[in-house]
Structures are given as structure tokens and as C-alpha cells.
T-cell receptor, first 113, second 115 residues
Framework: DTAVSQTPKYLVTQMGNDKSIKCEQN?????MYWYKQDSKKFLKIMFS???????INETVPNRFSPKSPDKAHLNLHINSLELGDSAVYFC????????????FGQGTRLTVV | AQSVTQPDIHITVSEGASLELRCNYS??????LFWYVQSPGQGLQLLLK??????LVQGIKGFEAEFKRSQSSFNLRKPSVHWSDAAEYFC?????????????FGKGTKLSVIP
């Protein structure tokens, strides 16, 4: 009954591969986010979706493509993985786009070798 | 641009000692302010938040924080630290951008607790 769940928790892959990370929330929230936490633990927002519509798209390489099939899911697809993509990716959700109390998933540790 | 500064990268305290983690923000108006905690290998958990009203806010696990507008600060405090409090602590500011709010995080303060 985890509120925000991400899969997989760990992902090790080679450069050049394409991979996806899935996120689901069962809180009934309208807004979902992807954050990237780098090796220095710095957290930065990547994308935000509200009711399946993209509302925040920070400066992120276009190799990263979020997809929201419904408001409970926000998946992150990454093409042509690079070493610098290695990080922990956190999914989060909030009640709506004006409510900033965000609930975070456990994170997906991506390692590109 | 909005920013959050956590001046202390790493703090070590003895169990039972008091704790204060500093946070300063840069924002044109009164922001929404948050403290999150991240235990090793875990996601982020909200400790407390300030939106308006009483400037001293109480959170979970015995933490509290005080909003000081004149100092643009939102420091986190705990009177007596427990070993289980060892974790990374993030201060965050929420501001409006493109019709929605988004969180900007500080770089975090790692707390170590000596038994």
C-alpha cells in the first residue's frame, strides 16, 4: 500500500541503452514529478505533469521523455544513456499543481557503465 | 532566481545534544518552506512545512523550525538528538512558476550522531 512507488529500485545498464523507470501513486493526486539527485545529493526537478499534461519541463536533454498514461502514473524513458545520467531519480506527487506538499517515492538508483 | 542555501554540509552531534540546521532562502515574496529528511537508501520524508501564520512550526519526530522573515531563514531544531536522526536533511522552497508551484531544494546537510 505504498503511496508513491517506483520500479526498479536499482538499474545498472550500459552506455547507449534505452531504459524506463515507472512510477505510480495511489494517493489520488493530480500532479506528479520527476526529480534527479546527483552524486552530491543535489535534487533538481526535471518534469511535472498535472492530470496527464506536462506543466514543468526544466532544461533536460531530449533523450529524457516522460509519459503519463493516466494521472496515477508517470514513467520516465531515457534514450541513449550516458555516463552522466547516473543518479538517483525520484518520483513524487502532490494533490494538485498549486499544492506543494510533495510525497516522494523511494528512488531509482541508475548506474550507467 | 530563487535559491536555498544550507551553509553546513556536514554536522556531527552527540546523542542527546541539541541540534540546529541552518537554511536561508532567496525569494521576492514569502515562500512556502519545507524540511525533508532522507535516510540512507530511502526517499524523502516531509518533516514540517510553513505556509503562513505562526512562525514556529512543529513537525514529526520532535523537530521544529522557525521562519524569520527579517533573516530569510527557516532553521530546523531538535532539543535532543537520537541516533536514528542520522540522515541527510534538505530545506526546500516552493515558488510559482508557469502557473504551478515547484520545489527548489538546498544542497542538503548530512547529520552524523555520535553514540
Amino acid at each position: 500500500d505504498t503511496a508513491v512507488s517506483q520500479t526498479p529500485k536499482y538499474l545498472v545498464t550500459q552506455m547507449g541503452n534505452d531504459k524506463s523507470i515507472k512510477c505510480e501513486q495511489n494517493l489520488g493526486h493530480d500532479t506528479m514529478y520527476w526529480y534527479k539527485q546527483d552524486s552530491k545529493k543535489f535534487l533538481k526537478i526535471m518534469f511535472s505533469y498535472n492530470n496527464k499534461e506536462l506543466i514543468i519541463n526544466e532544461t533536460v536533454p531530449n533523450r529524457f521523455s516522460p509519459k503519463s498514461p493516466d494521472k496515477a502514473h508517470l514513467n520516465l524513458h531515457i534514450n541513449s544513456l550516458e555516463l552522466g545520467d547516473s543518479a538517483v531519480y525520484f518520483c513524487a506527487s502532490s494533490l494538485d499543481s498549486l499544492n506543494t506538499e510533495a510525497f516522494f517515492g523511494q528512488g531509482t538508483r541508475l548506474t550507467v557503465v | 532566481a530563487q535559491s536555498v542555501t544550507q551553509p553546513d554540509i556536514h554536522i556531527t552531534v552527540s546523542e542527546g545534544a541539541s541540534l540546529e540546521l541552518r537554511c536561508n532562502y532567496s525569494y521576492g515574496a514569502t515562500p512556502y518552506l519545507f524540511w525533508y529528511v532522507q535516510s540512507p537508501g530511502q526517499g524523502l520524508q516531509l518533516l514540517l512545512k510553513y505556509f503562513s501564520g505562526d512562525t514556529l512550526v512543529q513537525g514529526i519526530k520532535g523537530f521544529e523550525a522557525e521562519f524569520k522573515r527579517s533573516q530569510s531563514s527557516f532553521n530546523l531544531r531538535k532539543p535532543s538528538v537520537h541516533w536514528s536522526d542520522a540522515a541527510e536533511y534538505f530545506c526546500a522552497v516552493s515558488y510559482s512558476g508557469a502557473g504551478s508551484y515547484q520545489l527548489t531544494f538546498g544542497k542538503g546537510t548530512k547529520l552524523s550522531v555520535i553514540p
